[in-house]
DNA sequence: TTTCGTATACCTAGTGGTGGGTATCTGCTG
DNA sequence: CAGCAGATACCCACCACTAGGTATACGAAA
């Protein structure tokens, strides 16, 4: 795994391959530069764009074709979840890896669901990242290993408890944003009852009792 | 400021000058790899040591002496502010500049007052990251756009509304744990009345109006 | 010492959230 | 088509939180 030779010595015989295209997302420029940096040692890979939102990835991507997409999965305008859907459908044959800082296991399903091939966490190392990259491109999944652990520890539990539907998703950002029952009924066009019983549904579907709850919810699923 | 040429020859007649010692310290392993990497081509700065927790920099501060300390502000064990505290009575020379994700006027004002020399954004690019380190090693202290932008913001408001007293913080933390009012009184052996007042006052101070105002004000400042 | 901040305590009204129901309409799926 | 899930809507009782007050005691700072 370590032979760079042909690398390091442009005058070895052996045949370089293509290096494969990364599109590389983050908000965060910083990190970006790094991975980029410590990427352009990598004989197999080349981080050939980079954007800090998901709109910007996604006109990147109509223009160019890449071989691999690493994001993140909190970026400004879209989600994470957004972004790889909408991008199965401009690359379909792009692999996709997540990297994010948060091992939420509901939030891995469901991007697992959504097509993903690869999860990593932000503590994890460099090293960990080119695994995962080179996993991918021979079409075989990665994920970090505290988020397989955290994978199979959900399988014990009888599940499914927790997802929101759409609307209550939409209620719950409201709540968030400390409108009350009736402001949000007056911004949804809704009655004030309907409000009502959304915030029931979700305080019986998360298991919160009130308000506070709520909002630890949704500070942990990253509706905030 | 681009001329490394003494750098890029080693024959150069030019005398390098003695690399500043880093300390990197930030619990999303990716990025110190990052980060390290890219200084590594820096002339004037080399990332002496990493840690992905406050304790194990302070560790490492007790047996080693660092010209900087380039630190997250969101930590496992210890906050950033509590690091910078303990680090700046264990190495009371070392620059220290924040490299967080969260442009929250208040860590801010509160980190400058702990004596950091520089406050950047993780969305801010590398190069600022080695403006900043330039700016500090020349005692100056280095705020990324944004932030000096928010303080001058701020300056406009008359006020220190902000500081909760010890009282306060811990009945917010109750607050946060879904305990009611009646229940926080219990287990604090005070009338619910007080309890009441506090969160008034809290209330008050925070600019809140409501619970889920009050839980996201303890989210953005660590009290959860 | 006087003042200030903090913590303590109480009152009254009013607002809003919680928990128990029931019920209709829509669209999807077996 | 029947069944189910989701979104909509209403009712009522209860209780928790919010928003005005006022007031006392204590220790630290000016």
Known sequence: MSDKSWFKNPFSR???????????????????????NLLSESPDFE?????TSGKEALQLM????????????ELPELTGLELIRAAKSVLPDMKMIVLSMHDDPAVVKELLRAGIH?????????????????????????LSDEISDLLIQMADEPEEKGVLTTREVEILRLVAKEYSSRQIAEILFISERTVETHRKNILK?????????????????NLI
Chains 1, 2 share one sequence.
């Open 205 to 221: 579907k998360t298991g919160a009792t009130n308000l506070v709850g709520l909002i630890k919810y949704a500070y942990a699923n």
């Open 118 to 142: 690869g999860y990593i966490l932000k503590k994890d190392t460099h090293k960990t990242l080119v695994d995962a990259l080179h996993k991918v491109v021979a079409n075989r999944r990665f």
């Open 47 to 51: 981080v050939k764009d980079t954007a």
């Open 62 to 73: 109509k223009s160019n074709e890449y071989d691999i997409m690493v994001t993140d999965y």
């Open 14 to 36: 052996a045949t370089p391959m293509i290096k494969r295209s990364i599109l590389l997302v983050d908000d965060h420029r910083i990190l970006l530069d790094g991975v980029k």
